[in-house]
T-cell receptor, first 112, second 113 residues
Framework: GENVEQHPSTLSVQEGDSAVIKCTYS??????FPWYKQELGKGPQLIID?????GEKKDQRIAVTLNKTAKHFSLHITETQPEDSAVYFC???????????FGAGTTVTVRA | ETGVTQTPRHLVMGMTNKKSLKCEQH?????MYWYKQSAKKPLELMFV???????ENNSVPSRFSPECPNSSHLFLHLHTLQPEDSALYLC????????????FGSGTRLTVV
């Protein structure tokens, strides 16, 4: 499948601080960029997504930014809370293929 | 519930057993997927079905056999598995052609003993 690099692999933040996860993708034809959150014992859940005609999208404490020129997109979580602790996956797709390619995941731990 | 239901949630099986995992979606999607998720590893795509037709088999060993009788149901038949096959098996669905996201089930935690 197409390549996507996700960094960092682990992230520990103090409650109330911000968390940022970045992904770099390879297929310039990609036009859809979702982010998934996976809590313990559950499957990944879509939390926010962005399409290539938009540079930024925000939903309460979560935002995603997209830089198509540099082929990277980022997830920003502000005012982190303990319930934000989970594994986060970036993905990209579209172009000539409906399948998504997933990053390796970032384990986020929010310290109380 | 996400709209994608997987059963069973947990399964322990011996290496000589035969078992099946089931996935059902009521979202009207036309594409379904099986993923393997092992500890400390990325999601591994196993199989893709589009309108009930298998469109991708990602070099999966023959001891895993998928079946898609209709666009709402997906099975993964297991036989003579190895301990390294122990993992979380995730099913997902999407609307192919709509460039949209996947909806995942909660997964089946498989342990091969």
């Amino acid at each position: 499948g197409e390549n996507v690099e996700q960094h960092p692999s682990t992230l520990s933040v103090q409650e109330g601080d911000s968390a940022v996860i970045k992904c770099t993708y390879s297929d310039s034809a990609s036009n859809y960029f979702p982010w998934y959150k996976q809590e313990l014992g559950k499957g990944p859940q879509l939390i926010i997504d962005i399409r290539s005609n938009v540079g930024e999208k925000k939903d309460q404490r979560i935002a995603v930014t997209l830089n198509k020129t540099a082929k990277h997109f980022s997830l920003h979580i502000t005012e982190t809370q303990p319930e934000d602790s989970a594994v986060y996956f970036c993905a990209f797709g579209g172009g000539n293929d409906y399948k998504l390619s997933f990053g390796a995941g970032t384990t986020v731990t929010v310290r109380a | 519930e996400t709209g994608v239901t997987q059963t069973p949630r947990h399964l322990v099986m011996g290496m000589t057993n035969k078992k099946s995992l089931k996935c059902e979606q009521h979202l009207g999607h036309n594409a379904m997927y099986w993923y393997k998720q092992s500890a400390k590893k990325p999601l591994e795509l196993m199989f893709v079905y589009n309108f009930k037709e298998q469109t991708e088999n990602n070099s999966v060993p023959s001891r895993f056999s998928p079946e898609c009788p209709n666009s709402s149901h997906l099975f993964l038949h297991l036989h003579t598995l190895q301990p390294e096959d122990s993992a979380l098996y995730l099913c997902a669905s999407s609307q192919a052609g709509a460039s949209g996201g996947y909806t995942f089930g909660s997964g089946t935690r498989l342990t091969v003993v």
